[in-house]
Nanobody, 124 residues
Framework: QVQLVESGGGLVQAGGSLRLSCVGS????????MGWFRQAPGKEREFVSC????????LYADSVKGRFTMSRDNAKNTVYLQMNSLKTVDTAVYFC?????????????????WGQGTQVTVSS
């Protein structure tokens, strides 16, 4: 069982930056692949990025590639999403998720545990 709590969301102007954090509970946190997803009003939840259990390999949606960076610190049971050059289309609730796999991709069904989400609003 893993419990996830996101933080770091807020209101930022277009072109600005935010760093989201997600803290996980449990001793086995490091054995989970982690992902970030987002959901804008009226839209389905979509994949943003994911990271392998051992911090080495990441995958990004095309829409955020080159602007967002995902990382993790297993000693702190924490994953991060550094978001730069934010655009108004990035406005959404951002969720972190944990998959009981060494590496998970964009398929939401692979992720068994979800946080409550943190709101990111990008103004023009």
């Amino acid at each position: 069982q893993v419990q996830l709590v996101e933080s770091g969301g807020g209101l930022v102007q277009a072109g600005g930056s935010l760093r989201l954090s997600c803290v996980g509970s449990g001793r086995t946190f490091s054995s989970y692949a982690m992902g970030w997803f987002r959901q804008a009003p009226g839209k389905e939840r979509e994949f943003v990025s994911c990271i392998r259990w051992n911090e080495n390999s990441t995958l990004y949606a095309d829409s955020v590639k080159g602007r967002f960076t995902m990382s993790r610190d297993n000693a702190k049971n924490t994953v991060y999403l550094q978001m730069n050059s934010l655009k108004t289309v990035d406005t959404a609730v951002y969720f972190c998720a944990a998959a009981p796999l060494l590496f998970a991709g964009a398929d939401r069904s692979e992720y068994h545990y979800w946080g409550q989400g943190t709101q990111v609003t990008v103004s023009s």
